[in-house]
């Protein structure tokens, strides 16, 4: 389901640039549970999953020298913050949007 927020883009660089900043976009928003495996030694391995993330109105090239993206919702409440991850995918344009994929900051 397509959510109006707020996309914040983060260079994480010595460049000094200033975030990039995106007021009332749509943006859709899936999660996929994190893999909880117990090993025969009993101890528990949790693997986290990136976020995907189809956000309308953006282009790939917006997320070019991005490292950090953090969305959030009209009333200020973070829907997704992380780390923008190219390994799960790459950022590619679609007919709907932009596709991209975040790790949730703390996994």
């Known amino acids: 389901m397509q959510k109006i ?3 914040l883009l983060i260079e994480n660089s010595t460049a000094g640039n ?3 900043s995106f007021v ?3 943006i859709e928003i899936t999660h996929e549970n994190d ?3 117990q090993g025969a030694d009993g101890h528990v391995s949790r693997g986290s999953h ?3 993330v189809l956000w309308v109105e953006g282009k790939a090239n917006d997320l070019s020298g991005i490292t950090n993206v ?3 919702a ?3 409440s973070v829907l997704l913050d992380g780390e923008l991850n190219t390994y799960s995918g790459a950022t590619r344009n679609t007919d ?3 596709q991209f994929f975040v790790l949730k900051a703390g996994c």
């Open 5 to 7: 927020a707020n996309v």
């Open 18 to 20: 200033p975030p990039k």
């Open 24 to 26: 009332a976009q749509r």
């Open 35 to 37: 893999t909880v495996v």
């Open 50 to 52: 990136p976020s995907k």
């Open 70 to 72: 953090k969305i959030t």
């Open 74 to 76: 009209a009333d200020g």
């Open 96 to 98: 709907a949007g932009v």
